[in-house]
């Protein structure tokens, strides 16, 4: 077996070098491959069937499976979605030194500029369309269903939140990252308890029934995961799909938007008057989505990063990410109080 451009060059050199890049596995697909380049965590492939992604996926089949349910189902209404290179078998899959590949086609576009109100418009109405299109989406996914277990994923943050407390407690010698992570944890952990007491206050439970309040939710919509092309959205990496209410994924959406522009509350009004131009909201559906903003994400997840090593970055990377998310703390408390104010 040949391997192909041994000296390719990467930036996401941890990553990318767990790739194995022989001929033999694009083969499996039935494809040719001339060259490769990297891009972000995967490689870009030009082959004989056209612009090609190559992913290694860090997941299992059951969960690579339910991804491409969730989009064959949305693909119905809603072509704007990643779609899957298969083998002769029909699987989009293939193992090769035991490790789980598969290939998909390029979208075009460009990443979404979140800075661009024009971007965040087109953004906001394709989330609306893809929700629209997943409706009624189901296939007995129990693992990737969310629904109803809002308060119980709140409780378990709180414990590792507390967790971690504890832990850099027992630190004799604690370094920068735990220093900024105790002076702010007590505050997080407030709010967190504040989201739970919430959810009782509205009616979750019953949202969870209806049909129309559910989704096939991306539940990863940073930026480069959105694509704009001829002003319309298109949706990659599709890798933390779930299925929950759809203000689950506004939530996530608004939190990656307005967190770098001072939680600007008009650019979150944009976002719903685009969202809700296309796909509905009731005055419920609302009111649960100002619990899900009120949830502390980003201090949750940066803590949990470092502290549970989900992420591979170097301590000064770490350290500026925190100072950052800590930085806009009083931003975000004028949004909330903001945000309770709102009616729909």
Not at 23 to 42: S, T
Not at 71 to 93: A, P
Not at 250 to 276: G, H, M, P, T
Request: glycine share 2%; with cysteine.
């Amino acid at each position: 077996m040949s391997k192909i451009n041994d000296s390719v060059k990467y930036s996401e050199k941890k990553e990318l070098s767990r790739y194995d890049l022989y001929v033999d596995l694009f083969r499996e697909f039935g494809i040719r491959v001339v060259d490769l380049v990297p891009l972000r965590n995967v490689f870009l492939l030009f082959t004989n069937k056209g612009k090609k992604i190559l992913k290694r996926v860090e997941y299992s089949k059951e969960n690579l499976k339910f991804i491409y349910d969730g989009l064959e189902y949305v693909r119905k209404e809603f072509s704007n979605v990643v779609s899957f290179e298969q083998k002769s078998s029909g699987d989009i899959y293939t193992i090769w030194n035991g490790e789980l590949y598969c290939i998909m086609d390029l979208a075009q576009g460009r990443e979404c500029e979140y800075s661009n109100p024009l971007d965040l418009d087109i953004a906001a109405k394709g989330i609306a369309k893809l929700h629209k299109a997943s409706e009624g989406f189901r296939n007995g996914y129990v693992e990737k269903n969310m629904l109803g277990k809002a308060k119980e994923n709140f409780k378990r943050r709180y414990e590792e939140l507390t967790f971690f407390k504890k832990f850099v407690f027992l630190h004799e010698i604690k370094n920068e990252f735990d220093k900024i992570f105790l002076e702010n944890v007590d505050i997080y952990l407030k709010q967190i308890e504040e989201s739970i007491l919430l959810i009782d206050r509205v009616p979750y439970y019953k949202l969870c029934s209806e049909e129309d309040k559910i989704a096939f939710c991306h539940h990863d919509l940073a930026h480069h995961n959105i694509l704009i092309n001829n002003n319309e959205a298109y949706f990659i990496d599709f890798d933390y799909a779930i299925i929950d209410l759809k203000v689950h994924d506004i939530c996530n959406f608004v939190n990656k938007a307005i967190k770098n522009f001072a939680f600007d509350i008009e650019r979150f009004k944009n976002i719903l008057q685009s969202y809700c131009s296309i796909n509905t909201l009731d005055k419920r559906e609302f009111e649960m989505l100002k619990v899900y903003l009120s949830f502390p994400e980003d201090f949750y997840s940066i803590s949990k990063d470092y502290y549970a090593r989900r992420k591979e970055w170097e301590e000064d990377t770490f350290i500026d990410r925190l100072k950052k998310k800590v930085e806009y703390k009083d931003d975000r408390e004028e949004f909330l109080n903001n945000l309770y104010q709102m009616q729909i």
